[in-house]
């Protein structure tokens, strides 16, 4: 399985950008970069995914470095909501030859207004 | 539209008990799967199901738990004989397409069933 490694802890001052990093060396050219979140016990939220291209959409931005070793989730304007744990994951084939999403223990975003 | 329905969200059961989790995909989705989370760990996979098929059950304990997704009706996670160690929260979550190769479809959870064995 291609692993991943966050920080375990961030703070982000209210209405700036939140800049997450993500280290996965181990990935492989048809493995994709999934981001989820995580608020205080709720379900998983999703957030974005991508392959080699770059992705934004209306939550957040995902910087892939062109070896697609690392990676970087942009929240461009955080706010007290954004306060989670998020999880960089890269889907994975598992022994019985299907995928599933392995969570890691994520980063814990504070945002502090 | 409505998101991945999961119920009850909490469940309380004394131990050697059964509990039953439901879970009810986002329309037009037919694939489900079975997320575990012991408290302050991240979730771990549990089974992977389509309609009447379990595709990927490795994360799955051996013994007492089994999954189903009949061709009508919700899926339903469900534990024989509780132990506390059982005790978390068991998400679910949809995807709308099979997954191929080199691709994990995007998958949306439910709020989750916190069980609590006494």
């Known amino acids: 399985d291609?692993?991943?490694?966050?920080?375990?802890?961030?703070?982000?001052?209210?209405g700036r950008a939140a800049n997450l990093p993500c280290?996965?060396?181990?990935?492989?050219?048809?493995?994709?970069?999934?981001?989820?979140?995580?608020?205080?016990?709720?379900?998983?939220?999703?957030?974005i995914h991508g392959l080699k291209n770059n992705e934004t959409n209306e939550m957040a931005s995902?910087?892939?470095?062109?070896?697609?070793?690392?990676?970087?989730?942009?929240?461009?304007?955080?706010?007290?909501?954004?306060?989670?744990?998020y999880y960089c994951?890269?889907?994975?084939?598992n022994g019985a030859g299907s995928y599933q999403l392995t969570f890691g223990k994520g980063t814990k975003l504070s945002v502090i207004p | 539209n409505a998101g991945v329905m999961q119920n009850p969200r909490h469940l309380v059961r004394r131990r050697?008990?059964?509990?039953?989790?439901?879970c009810s995909p986002m329309k037009g989705h037919s694939h489900v799967y079975w997320y575990r989370q012991l408290?302050?760990?991240?979730?771990?996979?549990?089974?992977?199901?389509?309609?009447?098929?379990?595709?990927?059950?490795?994360?799955?304990?051996?013994?007492?738990?089994?999954?189903?997704?009949?061709?009508?009706?919700?899926?339903i996670l469900r534990i024989q004989q509780v132990v506390r160690g059982d005790s978390a929260a068991y998400f679910c979550a949809s995807s709308p397409l099979a997954r191929t190769s080199g691709?994990?479809?995007?998958?949306?959870?439910?709020?989750?069933?916190?069980?609590?064995?006494?």
């Open chain 1, 23 to 47: 280290n996965h060396s181990t990935i492989s050219g048809n493995e994709y970069v999934y981001w989820y979140r995580q608020i205080h016990s709720q379900g998983p939220q999703y957030i």
């Open chain 2, 103 to 118: 691709k994990t479809d995007t998958q949306y959870f439910g709020p989750g069933t916190r069980l609590t064995v006494l």
């Open chain 1, 62 to 85: 995902l910087i892939i470095t062109e070896d697609r070793k690392s990676s970087t989730l942009i929240l461009p304007h955080a706010t007290l909501r954004d306060t989670a744990v």
């Open chain 2, 16 to 22: 050697g008990q059964e509990a039953r989790l439901r």
């Open chain 1, 89 to 93: 994951i890269v889907s994975s084939k």
């Open chain 1, 2 to 14: 291609a692993k991943t490694t966050q920080p375990p802890s961030m703070d982000c001052a209210e």
């Open chain 2, 39 to 75: 408290p302050e760990e991240g979730l771990k996979f549990m089974v992977y199901l389509q309609k009447e098929n379990i595709i990927d059950e490795s994360g799955m304990p051996k013994e007492r738990f089994s999954a189903e997704f009949p061709k009508e009706g919700p899926s």
